[in-house]
Antibody, heavy 115, light 113 residues
């Protein structure tokens, strides 16, 4: 069964950092681009970042450029999102997904940025 | 960035009746290879989004055939031939032709009358 499981969310103060992880199983992780998508409370979906199979290309939504870094470890079948300089507006559920048109999603992990 | 709009934003429906959601993009979603990367997702209450339709009209595995997608260029439609109770939730269209960024529509909330 294809599965994505996010972890690492929590409560963090403004200006703080958090690292999200996404464990992949049931498919050949290394052959797919991967994505992070977020959803603020009561709001719609927002694409955050994509990473190429070998990590050589990374793309971000403008609002997180310079603060967030997407990465992956194909040996561990894992995707990451390092989030620095967090702001209140980064509060959201963060989903990882296969960037194959976002056909498979994880269950999400909640990030709350608040003092 | 490509702006995606949806209408209506709220859609009360009667069980067994058809429903239709419109999605429009601020520019053509036809890619240089001739494909159109327009997807539809359903997010049921309390769940992660699930893709229903990709490339305008291709149904994902396991998606009932009462769901259909159509359209071209900048105008797209998701239709449900006969609404069932499990179809309640928020429907999003998303374009992946012009990126970064991939962009989603604001969502259409479908509920039973």
């Amino acid at each position: 069964e294809v599965q994505l499981v996010e972890s690492g969310g929590g409560l963090v103060q403004p200006g703080g950092s958090l690292r999200l992880s996404c464990a992949a199983s049931g498919f050949t992780f290394s052959v797919y681009w991967m994505s992070w998508v977020r959803q603020a409370p009561g709001k719609g979906l927002e694409w955050v970042a994509n990473i190429k199979q070998d990590g050589s290309e990374k793309y971000y939504v403008d609002s997180v450029k310079g603060r967030f870094t997407i990465s992956r470890d194909n040996a561990k079948n894992s995707l990451y999102l390092q989030m620095n300089s967090l702001r209140a507006e980064d509060t959201a559920v963060y989903y990882c997904a296969i960037a194959r048109g976002l056909d498979v999603w994880g269950q999400g992990t909640t990030v709350t940025v608040s003092s | 960035d490509v702006v995606m709009t949806q209408s209506p934003l709220s859609l009360p429906v009667t069980l067994g009746q058809p429903a239709s959601i419109s999605c429009r993009s601020s520019q053509s979603l036809v890619y240089s290879n001739g494909n159109t990367y327009l997807n539809w997702f359903l997010q049921r209450p309390g769940q992660s989004p699930r893709r229903l339709i990709y490339e305008v009209s291709k149904r994902d595995s396991g998606v009932p055939d009462r769901f259909s997608g159509s359209g071209s260029g900048t105008d797209f439609t998701l239709k449900i031939s006969r609404v069932e109770a499990e179809d309640v939730g928020v429907y999003y269209c998303m374009q992946a032709t012009h990126w970064p960024p991939w962009t989603f529509g604001p969502g259409t909330k479908v509920e039973i009358k």
